[in-house]
Nanobody, 115 residues
């Protein structure tokens, strides 16, 4: 069983930065395909960034150039560095791990961008 725990959310001013972490468990963390999603109440969960086992990354257009996803397999951690935050980035942010046919989700962390 894999557990994922997000942290680092909070309230930030527009233009500010936050660093989200996703701490994982399990012996095969380096093999997981990892993703960040976000969700606003009443809307579908939105995929915003992915990072594979070789640290190749992809981003949604809405966050490209502002967000950076990295992973540290030794620490079993994935990080989302979010810069130049906008009010429309306000959401609950979730991490997800895919390992074969198995999919694991964290419980999410709230990010609020507001003045």
């Amino acid at each position: 069983q894999v557990q994922l725990v997000e942290s680092g959310g909070g309230l930030v001013l527009p233009g500010g930065s936050l660093r989200l972490s996703c701490a994982g468990s399990g012996t095969d963390f380096s093999l997981y395909f990892m993703r960040w999603y976000r969700q606003v109440p009443g809307k579908q969960r939105e995929l915003i960034a992915t990072i594979n086992s070789e640290a190749v990354t992809n981003y949604a257009d809405a966050v490209k150039g502002r967000f950076t996803v990295t992973r540290d397999n030794a620490e079993k951690t994935m990080v989302l560095q979010m810069n130049s935050l906008k009010p429309e980035d306000t959401a609950v942010y979730y991490c997800r791990a895919d390992f074969g046919l198995r999919v694991y989700w964290g419980r999410g962390t709230q990010v609020t961008v507001s003045s």
